[in-house]
């Protein structure tokens, strides 16, 4: 499905859009991937998830801000991009208690310059697909029902999640006053190969092996909808491919459909290292959310999505790619 005009994915050297771009690259698709490379988190793990996907000629990587509205509409224009997968942002829950300003800038500046940049797109936009959060929900208690995209979601419990709901109605005001294509992807707990190390798994991974002790926020009570990185792909370049009408603006949940509680995926994380963790039972942190239960029938029935990695397979291949990136042995069989 490659067309000759090459995609703009933003965030290019953060965990999804690096995948997203390499899958793209994949099918024959030519790639202007933006990212600023920020310290948020290891520097080096974002030069190491480019180096995937640098070698290929189709594949361009521009070092730049995605709040320079100037940069990404000069981008747009001079490569007549028509179509755009937004994800570049400042990511974290708990970082924006502590650092408010930067999510100003990185997702509502920048979520504003990629929306200008559409808008003024020489070829017009064909489709904008960016990322949201499921943190738009708030703290809602899990029950049989999962989080629907016309639940209301007005009572963010983060800067980050108001930032993300921000977001979602500035590109709703863009496609009734410019029509403006666009598909907002409510993420929920994208984990895998190459991931954040600010995430808990990743976190818990390194604290284990190092024989550390665990931190278990939430007195371990929380639940979350792990959702492997190659089904994240899956849907976003599905919804890629399959823009709505001109002037329409639709928000999809992408996730697993299949909470799990913290203390099951740590023991997951435990028969696949091969160790029982320490742990420190703490309470919930300023921001966190209790549970998240993605509703993914909206995008099932758009573009067919349907997760294929359980949490166990998606924890072993998580854990394979960490002991060979960070060049640790696994332990060896017992006879």
């Known amino acids: ?117 559409a808008r003024h797109a020489p070829g017009g936009c064909a489709h904008l697909v960016y990322a949201s959060s499921s943190s738009v929900y708030g703290d809602r208690p899990l029950t049989g029902q999962g989080f629907r995209e016309d639940d209301p979601c007005v009572a963010p419990v983060s800067l980050y999640a108001a930032t993300k709901r921000s977001c979602e109605l500035m590109s709703q005001s863009y496609a009734t006053l410019y029509g403006l294509p666009q598909s907002g992807l409510r993420f929920f707990t994208v984990y895998g190969p190459w991931g954040r190390p600010d995430m808990a798994y990743f976190g818990f991974t390194r604290k284990i092996l190092a024989g550390e002790t665990i931190d278990v926020f939430g007195e371990g009570r929380m639940a979350r909808d792990f959702t492997f990185i190659d089904d994240i792909v899956d849907g976003v370049v599905g919804v890629l491919d399959r823009p709505p009408q001109a002037g329409g603006h639709r928000l999809l949940n992408i996730g697993d459909n299949q909470p799990v509680g913290l203390m099951e995926m740590i023991a997951a994380l435990e028969a696949e290292l091969g160790v029982r963790a320490a742990r420190r039972m703490l309470p919930m942190q300023p921001g966190d959310v209790t549970a998240t239960f993605a509703d993914i029938s909206a995008i099932q029935q758009l573009t067919g999505y349907r997760p294929q990695v359980r949490l166990a397979e998606g924890l072993k291949r998580f854990v394979l790619w960490y002991r060979d990136y960070h060049g640790i042995a696994a332990p060896a069989a017992v006879a």
């Open 1 to 117: 499905m490659a067309h000759p005009a090459p995609i703009l994915v933003t965030g290019a050297a953060g965990f999804v859009g690096q995948a997203v771009a390499s899958r793209l690259l994949a099918r024959g698709e030519q790639v202007i991937g933006l990212d600023n490379f920020n310290a948020y988190y290891d520097v080096a793990l974002k030069e190491a998830r480019v180096a995937q996907v640098a070698a290929d000629p189709r594949f361009t990587m521009v070092r730049g801000d995605v709040a320079d509205a100037g940069l990404v509409a000069g981008l747009v224009a001079e490569h007549g991009i028509r179509r755009i997968a937004h994800l570049a942002a400042q990511a974290g829950v708990r970082y924006s208690i502590d650092h408010p300003l930067t999510y100003g800038h990185a997702n509502l500046q920048g979520h504003l310059s990629v929306l200008e940049a």
